[in-house]
């Protein structure tokens, strides 16, 4: 298995998250769909995820086009569903869904469904995707 694979099986490929050590936020400190809609449709992502850096476009139409350093550039669907999380469908590794807080600075915490918790920059547009 590729160590791309394991990456992908073992954490939150959606942003690179960086695993925190602080416990849940209130529920009411997240994100409801409509604000989650709002900040990611037509709107980017980075961060670092296990060591390897990656940059995300979020399209209004549903689709996130994601690239990890290293890795190919992949279209991901993405979504916003019924209990208030960001989602995206990464195929044979499965739906993966987050939380959302604003934090200061342009970052977002996101809480995956597993409890892992993470950190990604927020940009307004799209950003360039080279890594170079």
């Known amino acids: 298995m590729s160590k791309l ?19 849940f936020a209130a529920a009411n400190d997240f994100m409801n769909a409509k604000e989650i809609q709002t900040l990611m449709a037509g ?9 390897t850096p990656y940059k995300q476009n979020n399209h209004a139409d549903g689709i996130a086009v994601v690239w990890m350093k290293g890795d190919k550039v992949r279209n991901i669907p993405w979504h916003v569903n019924d209990k208030d999380q960001y989602c995206e469908d990464w195929g044979e590794w499965g739906v993966i869904c987050f939380n959302f807080m604003k934090l200061p600075d342009d970052k977002i915490k996101s ?21 170079e």
């Open 43 to 51: 709107n980017s992502i980075s961060g670092v995820h296990k060591g």
């Open 111 to 131: 809480v995956r469904t597993d409890g892992v918790e993470g950190v990604a920059n927020w940009h307004k547009g799209f950003i360039d995707l080279n890594h």
């Open 5 to 23: 694979k394991t990456g992908f099986r073992a954490g939150a490929i959606a942003f690179g998250m960086l695993a925190l050590s602080s416990g």
